[in-house]
């Protein structure tokens, strides 16, 4: 799911029918949404390995959802550079998502592992810095 989301300039997007803004506005909803779930996937890291999958799922939603928007708002964005930008971002975060899930696979097969845990809550702080770059990356609204 994650690879295809990547692809962002792959294949046929949805035609607009919102406006830039709309588009950003979903954007900062879905990249809260990722950056609260990868704090909640550290602490789980320690407290619950086992609810990393539900989690880790929750990634890869948000994140589906934030990659559809992201195409859109790059689609509508002027000047041309700014859809640029959205369309790195989106990317480089996408990135730093995959890294987290596999890492909370990895750290539901070895739950005592601590070399895992530091790994996944690395991760974890990869994809809130990369939320935060991906929002800088939008205009004022």
Known sequence: ???SSLQLDEG?????EGSFVDYQTTMVKYS???????QEMMTKSVTCPEELGCL???VTTDYSQLALQGR???HTAEPEEIGFQIKTGVQELGHGCIFLVQKAGALQITPSDSYTKRELIECARTVTEKVLDCRRGLPSQ
């Open 1 to 3: 799911m994650f690879v």
């Open 12 to 16: 046929t997007s949805p035609e607009p």
């Open 32 to 38: 809260k949404a990722i950056a609260v779930t990868a």
């Open 56 to 58: 880790a799922s929750q």
């Open 72 to 74: 859109l708002a790059a």
